[in-house]
């Protein structure tokens, strides 16, 4: 529903790989909801600024994004790796690069947020460094430390970092 609500108020337009772009700011922004009994003047819909650009289909590994507007959820590695329950079916061998919550593909390669990249100024976003720098699972698989798990707070974090080391390790 948020991105329904988004639309709706004006932030942007459903971008092909179904997140919403902004003119300003790309996809990189949360949405928030907030309900008021207060009226508000209607909002100006954003026209559709994607065009005949096909980026986030052409980059998706897994081939998630089926057609323009059209994601199968359960083809996307944040879905795998986040939401799915069970194991990551073997057709995805090989195509879940270093990933382990989540996936950022189909945005990174979006001319939009190329276009407005810029370092955030919040504090709690800033990692300091790109983590792909520091390891990879492969090389923590051969560095593990057993008690590792137990230092990890967010179980469903826990859970996708498990499933991604123990398959990486198969």
Known sequence: MDKAWALRA????MGK??????????????????????EFPPSVVVEDHCGSCTACIDACPTDAIR??????????????????????????????????????????VCPWNIKFKQETKTPDFKSGSNISDEFSLSSLNKEFDPDFFDKIENDQFKKS??????????
Do not use: P
């Open 17 to 38: 790989h179904t997140n919403i772009i902004n003119l300003e700011w790309g996809s990189w922004f949360f949405i928030a909801n907030v309900f008021t009994n207060l």
């Open 67 to 108: 057609q323009e507007y059209v994601v199968d959820g359960s083809r996307c590695i944040s879905f795998l790796t986040i939401e799915n329950k069970g194991e990551i079916a073997g057709e995805f061998e090989g195509k879940m690069e270093e990933w382990i919550f989540g996936c950022d593909i189909c945005q990174d």
């Open 10 to 13: 004006g932030l942007g337009w």
């Open 161 to 170: 970092l498990q499933r991604a080391l123990f398959s990486e390790a198969n």
